[in-house]
Nanobody
């Protein structure tokens, strides 16, 4: 069993930055494929970024160059650094984990473990 707890969400003006954290327990983040998804009201949950067990990273086109995913094995935590935030980045952000290898962002159905989510609101 993997437990995930997100933190770091909040309200920020467009152009600002936030850093989300996803603290894992039960297994080490290095043994997992770790991803961030987000969901805006009335929309489907979408993949934002993935870091695989092999160290590959993938980003949605909408966040490339602005968002960065990273792992801290010592803290067993995955981070999402979000810069140059836009109003369209608003949504609930979820951390997800899975033991299976990923070759891209994937779909929510491909992840077995989820955090409770953290809200990000960007005002224009």
């Amino acid at each position: 069993q993997v437990w995930l707890v997100e933190s770091g969400g909040g309200s920020v003006q467009a152009g600002g930055s936030l850093r989300l954290s996803c603290a894992a327990s039960g297994y080490t983040v290095s043994s997992l494929s770790m991803s961030w998804f987000r969901q805006a009201p009335g929309r489907e949950r979408e993949g934002v970024t993935t870091t695989t067990r092999g160290g590959y990273t993938y980003y949605a086109d909408s966040v490339k160059g602005r968002f960065t995913i990273s792992r801290d094995s010592a803290k067993n935590t995955v981070y999402l650094q979000m810069n140059s935030l836009k109003a369209e980045d608003t949504g609930m952000y979820y951390c997800a984990a899975d033991f299976r290898t990923k070759n891209g962002l994937g779909y929510p159905s491909q992840y077995n473990y989820w955090g409770q989510g953290t809200q990000v609101t960007v005002s224009s």
